[in-house]
Nanobody, 120 residues
Framework: QVQLVESGGGLVQPGESLRLSCAAS????????MGWYRQAPGKQRELVAL???????NYADSVKGRFTISRDNAKNTVYLQMNSLKPEDTALYYC??????????????WGQGTQVTVSS
């Protein structure tokens, strides 16, 4: 089984920065992709950023130029550097991963979420 553990959320003022981390652990052979999603109250969950094993990245239009997704393959960890935060970035941020397991199966799952609140 695979576990996704997120950290780094918190309360910040507009214009400040946070860095989120998501560490994948368990019987992982290979990570195909890892990404960040967010969900604000009353809204649908949306993709924020995604990175693949090959190194390609995708960002939501609303965060381009402000957020950066990166990986530490040795630690099976993905990061989301969030700069110039805005109140509309306030949401519960979830890590998602699709991985190849050691025993030949695949896993596609979610972390528990970490809260980001941007308020003056």
């Amino acid at each position: 089984q695979v576990q996704l553990v997120e950290s780094g959320g918190g309360l910040v003022q507009p214009g400040e920065s946070l860095r989120l981390s998501c560490a994948a652990s368990g019987s992982i052979s290979q990570i195909y992709y890892m990404g960040w999603y967010r969900q604000a109250p009353g809204k649908q969950r949306e993709l924020v950023a995604l990175t693949t094993r090959e190194g390609s990245v995708n960002y939501a239009d609303s965060v381009k130029g402000r957020f950066t997704i990166s990986r530490d393959n040795a630690k099976n960890t993905v990061y989301l550097q969030m700069n110039s935060l805005k109140p509309e970035d306030t949401a519960l941020y979830y890590c998602n991963a699709f991985v190849l397991l050691l025993l030949r199966g695949n896993y596609n799952g979610w972390g528990q979420g970490t809260q980001v609140t941007v308020s003056s």
